[in-house]
């Protein structure tokens, strides 16, 4: 799953994202593994369809959304579970740029399915617990709504990636087109002060040789 951008103007966050996203189906394809791609954002899938666009299975366009909710997540993960229940995929991994600063934003993959957690050392007196319901009934609710929340996340760290790095990039275009209207003039003013110069010379000349 590779979550993109739908605009550009944003400096090098989509092609970064896409980057690590094609390194990782390459790594894949070349182990025998069969690789199934769900964009979500259309610049993603822009760059991903010239050369992986036979494993690209859905693009998920929000561009007509002014700000993502939590029902657009919930929506791809509800897409991503009937894939896995019809066995399209054993392993989701997803791709998204984890936000750091306005400056720096992080491509990240993110496996969901299997969900990974992190071994930690338990501390305290173990205990039993009963549930009600029981366990299968909570982790039937629980499991789903984490992947929504996991997903809902990586968009709102895109969210905020994206508006970092079109800050960063309109900033360096502003700064550019400032140097190179400085040069632009001091060529413009040179040039022009040359021509000046000669043809006081040619009046002179003329002058004297009358």
């Known amino acids: 799953m590779v979550c993109t951008a739908e605009r550009g103007l944003c400096g090098p966050f989509n092609s970064s994202i896409v980057r690590l996203a094609r390194e990782k189906a390459n790594a894949l394809s070349n182990q025998g593994n069969d690789v199934k791609i769900l964009c ?10 010239r050369l992986y666009g036979k494993y690209i299975i859905e693009t998920i366009d929000l561009r007509g959304i002014k700000q993502i909710g939590f029902e657009q997540a919930d929506m791809i993960a509800r897409k991503i579970i009937k894939l896995f229940e019809e066995g399209a995929f054993d392993v989701c991994t997803l791709f998204f740029s984890r936000f750091k600063s306005v400056i720096v934003q992080i491509p990240t993959a993110q496996q969901l399915i299997p969900l990974q957690f992190d071994a930690g050392k338990e501390t305290g007196p173990s205990a039993s617990y009963e549930y ?7 982790l039937a609710d629980l499991l789903p709504r984490n992947l929504s929340v996991q997903i809902f996340r990586a968009l709102l760290e895109n969210a905020a990636s994206e508006q970092g790095a079109r800050m960063s990039a309109m900033d360096n275009a502003t700064r550019n087109a400032g140097e190179m209207i400085r040069k632009q003039t001091l060529t413009y003013n040179r040039t022009r002060q040359a021509m000046i110069t000669k043809e006081l010379i040619e009046i002179i000349s003329g002058a004297e040789a009358l």
């Open 40 to 49: 979500v954002g259309s610049k993603g899938y822009d760059q991903l369809r």
């Open 132 to 138: 009600e319901p029981d366990e299968g009934e909570i």
